[in-house]
């Protein structure tokens, strides 16, 4: 089974329009974290939302969590150029402190 | 920013040479974690290190993989014959605290080409 598999796989936009990316997980989860990655680059963090928590915003990223469904969405409002990227979900699996489990990603692009 | 540095961006080798990849962590951090990425395929967990010694390891981490500290600031890993299924981009990672609680901070990776 898979631990995080996001969908679409594959997103393309304008630029000012909003992304919605999702995200399902198969076990319990302490929390889930979103990653972005550009093309060939390292990971870097945007978000952590707890399981006790249903929704959280920074900046133009806001994130669902229902714990019931197993599922977490990412939304990017007014997207730009610039967050043409891989965005991952993450999650630490139940019985594991340390080990972060990524999905298989959504490329976004955001045409100018 | 602090920020995690990895040596070296890419290496070539031929396929049963050992190969050593360093990574600098985040100076405050505890937790130290490897993870990598084969090309197309998802970000896949290595094994993550806590207090001189290794708390957790993927199916991957087989015998032919090895962690170090030795020293202060540097965190290797080591893998001893490569294989051409060894190619891929290793990230290395620190976190202050466990990941269940914390973000973790990535380097920009190391590609290793096996040849």
């Known amino acids: 089974s898979q631990q995080g598999e996001e969908d679409p796989q594959a997103l393309s936009i304008q630029e000012g329009e909003n992304a919605t990316m999702n995200c399902s997980y198969k076990?319990?989860?302490?929390?889930l974290q979103w990653y972005r990655q550009n093309s060939g680059r390292g990971l870097v963090h945007l978000i952590l939302?707890?399981?006790?928590?249903r929704e959280k915003h920074s900046g133009r990223l806001r994130v669902t969590l229902d714990t019931s469904k197993k599922s977490s969405s990412l939304l990017i409002t007014a997207s730009r150029a610039a967050d043409t990227a891989s965005y991952f979900c993450?999650?630490?699996?139940?019985?594991?402190?340390?080990?972060?489990?990524f999905g298989s990603g959504t490329q976004l692009t955001v045409l100018p | 920013e602090p920020e995690v540095t990895q040596t070296p961006s890419h290496q070539v080798t031929q396929m049963g040479q050992e190969v050593i990849l360093r990574c600098v962590p985040i100076?405050?951090?505890?937790?130290f974690y490897w993870y990598r990425q084969i090309l197309g395929q998802k970000v896949e967990f290595l094994v993550s290190f806590y207090n001189n010694e290794i708390s957790e390891k993927s199916e991957i981490f087989d015998d032919q993989f090895s962690v170090e500290r030795p020293d202060g600031s540097n965190f290797t890993l080591k893998i001893r014959s490569t294989k051409l299924e060894d190619s891929a981009m290793y990230f290395c990672?620190?976190?202050?605290?466990?990941?269940?609680?914390?973000?973790?901070?990535f380097g920009e990776g190391s590609r290793l080409t096996v040849l």
């Open positions: 990672a620190s976190s202050e605290s466990a990941a269940f609680t914390g973000e973790l901070f």
């Open positions: 993450a999650t630490v699996p139940s019985g594991s402190a340390r080990q972060l489990t």
């Open positions: 100076s405050n951090h505890l937790y």
């Open positions: 076990t319990s989860i302490n929390n």
């Open positions: 939302i707890r399981s006790n928590e």
